[in-house]
């Protein structure tokens, strides 16, 4: 019998091509994304059949977690210094220039004003503990949340108003931001949620 | 590992060895699945869904305006605590109260019901829908078709009222189920002293 012999071969493979690969997906990933956005607080949205897609621009959000605590969120750096500039003079607060600063590169906020001017010297990491996550009063004693949907809705008013609930908060809670919307008559909006699982609707 | 950073000694003068011109592309493919990881994991790929909400204005709606619907023509859904949900159609009419039916969010809860309220309409649509996918229908000439034939005299008209211990979630699923069986027009008002009446009496 002949012996077998066997070629040794080398083990090293050409990653050129490989190489090309992931750079090419990389760059899809670079040019297609946009950035998921921290949230202060965990909030899953409900699901339904709609298939309608947020505008990427000119969003107010209104994020309410499930103990019915509210932040607001707009898109704008410039809008938001002018935003923050008139809620103060709204509640006789004047903030400095750093602070505006630190507030346009906020993404959402959620404190009442009078506490505002501490939130922004938070460093940006304790902004989002449980303790300083707050909510924006929107009762009807102190309803500082229509103030800020109504003075951004001053200055730029193709702000889109979307509401983004938790699938858990309380009904009585979206009422309210509801009655706030519609005394400002602001009365189209739209509400975030996912998509349904699926789900056999069409039938007759 | 690399090829290219060997043999920098040269052994004979005035002889250079022929160097590999091959590169190890290993580090480079590591790299470029390492930043894919990172965007895959920091990039939000779908946008949310959302669905468009228009309420009427405060100042338009009036007791007067709500007691206008035709009895014939009403349903109200309550909705209730843990997702459950009740509805009645009509009102009070002759000292007899309507009956109030708890049903569920599944096909054959409130959505049978609906589907069998707002049969004509439901057809017609179902036309519709047939129509443009043989003739090719534009987009904005059967939403244009489908307002018209959602906008019937005879259908339904859906009022939504949310208990203190309804959640966020079941008021997405009841504007789903207006979607699905094309309601046109449905409202999301307080609820009244009798439809707690009515639970009450329902719930013992």
């Given at each position: ?24 997906l ?13 949230e ?27 103990k ?137 | ?113 609906l ?7 439901m ?10 996918e043989?003739?090719?229908?534009s ?14 005299k ?50 013992l």
């Amino acid at each position: 019998m002949p012996k077998v012999k066997i070629k040794r071969k080398s083990t090293a493979i050409d990653m050129t091509a490989m190489c090309d690969v992931a750079f090419l997906l990389l760059t899809f990933f670079m040019l297609t994304s946009n950035f998921t956005q921290k949230e202060p607080v965990a909030v899953s949205t409900p699901s339904s059949i709609s298939e309608i897609k947020i505008p990427d621009t000119n969003i107010m959000l209104i994020l309410v977690d499930s103990k019915g605590k509210v932040f607001i969120g707009v898109d704008g750096q410039e809008n938001r210094k002018e935003l923050l500039t008139k809620m103060g003079a709204a509640y006789n607060t004047t903030f400095s220039p750093a602070e505006l600063k630190e507030f346009s590169l906020t993404n959402r906020f959620g404190v009442p004003i009078n506490l505002m001017k501490a939130f922004l010297a938070m460093k940006p990491e304790e902004r989002d503990l449980p303790e300083n996550a707050l909510g924006i009063p929107c009762d009807s004693l102190d309803n500082q949340f229509k103030n800020w949907v109504s003075i951004a809705k001053g200055i730029n008013k193709d702000y889109r108003i979307a509401i983004k609930a938790d699938k858990t908060t309380p009904y009585p809670v979206i009422k309210k931001l509801m009655g706030s919307l519609q005394d400002i008559n602001e009365n189209r909006y739209n509400l975030i949620t996912s998509l349904e699982s699926s789900e056999d609707f069409e039938q007759l | 590992m690399s090829e290219v950073a060997q043999d920098n000694k040269r052994k004979k003068k005035g002889r250079t060895k022929k160097m590999s011109t091959r590169v190890d592309f290993t580090p480079m493919v590591d790299l470029g699945f390492l930043l894919i990881t990172f965007f895959m994991l920091a990039t939000t790929l779908s946008k949310p869904q959302t669905m468009e909400v228009a309420l009427p204005s405060k100042d338009k709606v009036s007791e007067v305006d709500q007691t206008k619907v035709k009895a014939s023509r009403a349903v109200t859904i309550l909705l209730g605590k843990d997702n459950k949900v009740y509805y009645y159609e009509g009102t009070r009419e002759n000292d007899i109260d309507p009956v109030l039916i708890p049903t569920n969010f599944s096909p054959q809860g409130i959505r049978q019901f609906l589907i069998k309220k707002n049969y004509d309409v439901m057809v017609k649509v179902r036309e519709l829908k047939d129509e443009q996918e043989a003739k090719k229908l534009s987009d904005k000439e059967f939403e244009k078709r489908k307002d018209e034939i959602i906008a019937d005299k005879r259908a339904p008209i859906v009022i939504i009222k949310g208990t203190a211990e309804s959640s966020y979630k079941s008021l997405i699923d009841v504007l789903d189920e207006m979607a699905i069986c094309n309601i046109g027009r449905y409202a999301i008002v307080d609820i009244s002293p009798f439809d707690l009446e009515l639970l009450a009496k329902t719930s013992l």
